[in-house]
């Protein structure tokens, strides 16, 4: 069975640090798009950050210069390093994956991520 599970969250205040982690069982991060979303209270789910196999990465504009995600194949893991938070930045965060042909006009388009974890919470207070 393919499984995303994501961790890391938790409640920090305003300025602090997260590292989001999402591990896969029974799929290979190695040659797949793989990206990182939210959906805060009331709002739809929007992507964060995005990585491609050859390692080009893609950003939200509101989390650009604070927000870093990583691989690492071996460990079939992806990270999500969140500095400088805000309390905008509360919500649940998931991790995706393509499974098939990525869209090739936009790494954060949603309806290309066919593989989706459970979520894990963040919550900043300011």
């Known amino acids: 069975e393919v499984q995303l599970v994501e961790s890391g969250g938790g409640s920090v205040q305003a300025g602090g640090s997260l590292r989001l982690s999402c591990t896969a069982s029974?799929?290979?991060?190695?040659?797949?798009?793989l990206g990182w979303f939210r959906q805060g209270p009331g709002k739809e789910r929007e992507g964060v950050a995005s990585?491609?196999?050859?390692?080009?990465?893609t950003y939200a504009d509101s989390v650009k210069g604070r927000f870093t995600i990583s691989k690492d194949n071996a460990k079939n893991t992806l990270y999500l390093q969140m500095n400088a938070l805000k309390p905008e930045d509360t919500a649940m965060y998931y991790c995706?994956?393509?499974?098939?042909?990525?869209?090739?006009?936009?790494?954060?388009?949603?309806?290309?991520?066919?593989?989706w974890g459970q979520g894990t919470q963040v919550t900043v207070s300011s």
């Open positions: 990585i491609d196999p050859n390692g080009a990465t």
């Open positions: 029974g799929y290979s991060y190695s040659n797949n798009r």
């Open positions: 995706a994956a393509v499974r098939g042909v990525p869209d090739p006009f936009s790494t954060l388009s949603r309806r290309q991520y066919n593989l």
